[in-house]
């Protein structure tokens, strides 16, 4: 028992020593990783992008389309989905973005006075970002243009390097995947976590595609429909946020409840009735559906996976959070057993 004791604590002493290490001495390693994850991470959103769409090329396959074809009609349709997307939508952003920065100015007043509260530099910060924003989509959408001395350069170039390096992926991804297959074949049970691993991220990468496309949909008609004059704004909100575990929804649903209640009380009505039922369809039949066996997770677990990943890497984090977690869970599900016979063997090997 004694040996047992200390060898417990001998672990946690070199654990606190290993974590009193790597806090002490970030500022000397952590500038260094962050240019190699800026370097690397376009090219891992390219692997990202050709591993979404590499499963709708195989469903073309399947249904008797050659290989060359399909592939040209998944990179054709994606290529217009994003330019359509860009070229009929921002115009009418850019019109609805200017009348959500009256209008949510105005709602934080209401606020700030119905409750006596002190919204001064929150509202100030809110609308400098509103007002920003509309600068640069505006020059942008005027000038066709993209100002080149400014960050969105770094920006455009990345978005080239994913969308190019992506497609390339898309091209070889049957060979890439035969490449592992081989190299893993010989080592069955590495093979068989690997499997499990990329059955678990295709399924949620492909669902959250499908379901991205679904809520911009979806609550771009219901808005328009009730008549909410930020209805696609709103509705491009709810798609961005999908990738946020739990709250992003509730964030589009807040929005689009206060600034509904500075325009009319039947849009503040409608608005509400909307942001109380469609969560619970999206929930509980849409997402369900969509993301099958993906969707049955931790929710406790999933959000303090998102807010460690958030307080890390900012926002780009919180959308690391889900994936992160089915990392997580399935390596647990598929090693706890040898982990169980690992320290049963410790154990039985101390006990003698």
């Not at 919204?119 to 809110?126: K, Q, R, V």
């Not at 993209?146 to 190019?164: A, E, Q, R």
Request: proline share 3%.
């Amino acid at each position: 028992m004694k040996d047992k004791i200390n060898f417990k604590l001998l672990n946690t002493l070199i654990l606190m020593a290993i974590i009193y290490i790597v806090i002490n001495t970030s500022g000397y390693w952590s500038g260094i990783i962050l240019k190699i994850v800026n370097i690397i991470l376009p090219f891992f959103f390219a692997f990202v992008l050709a591993y979404i769409l590499h499963p709708f090329v195989i469903k073309l396959e399947d249904r008797g389309v050659r290989r060359s074809l399909a592939l040209t009609a998944v990179i054709i349709f994606f290529f217009l989905i994003i330019s359509g997307l860009l070229w009929f939508t921002l115009p009418a952003i850019y019109d609805q973005l200017i009348s959500f920065s009256k209008t949510i100015t105005k709602a934080l007043s209401n606020i700030s006075g119905n409750l006596d509260l002190d919204l001064g530099d929150y509202e100030e910060t809110i609308t400098d970002a509103l007002n920003q924003l509309i600068k640069n989509m505006g020059s942008y959408i005027s000038t066709g243009t993209i100002d080149i001395l400014g960050k969105s350069v770094n920006f455009l170039t990345n978005l080239i390097i994913v969308l190019i390096v992506g497609m390339y992926l898309l091209i070889d991804m049957d060979k890439i995947r035969g490449f592992i297959k081989k190299y893993l074949k010989p080592h069955k049970k590495a093979y068989n976590y690997v499997k499990a691993l990329d059955d678990q991220m295709g399924n949620y990468l492909h669902g959250l595609a499908i379901f991205m496309l679904v809520q911009l949909f979806e609550y771009s008609l219901l808005f328009k429909i009730i008549g909410h004059p930020s209805w696609l704004l709103l509705g491009v909100l709810a798609c961005v946020t999908t990738i946020i575990p739990y709250f992003g929804g509730l964030i589009t649903n807040i929005i689009a409840v206060v600034t509904a209640s500075v325009i009319s009380t039947r849009l503040f009505i409608v608005t509400l009735i909307i942001t109380l039922i469609f969560p619970n369809v999206d929930g509980y039949i849409i997402s369900p559906h969509i993301y099958g066996k993906t969707n049955n997770i931790n929710p406790i677990l999933v959000i303090f996976t998102a807010g460690v990943c958030s307080s890390l890497f900012g926002i780009l984090g919180i959308a690391m959070g889900l994936p992160l977690y089915l990392i997580i869970r399935t390596t647990w599900d598929y090693f706890n057993e040898d982990i169980k016979d690992y320290i049963d063997d410790k154990r039985e090997e101390k006990s003698k």
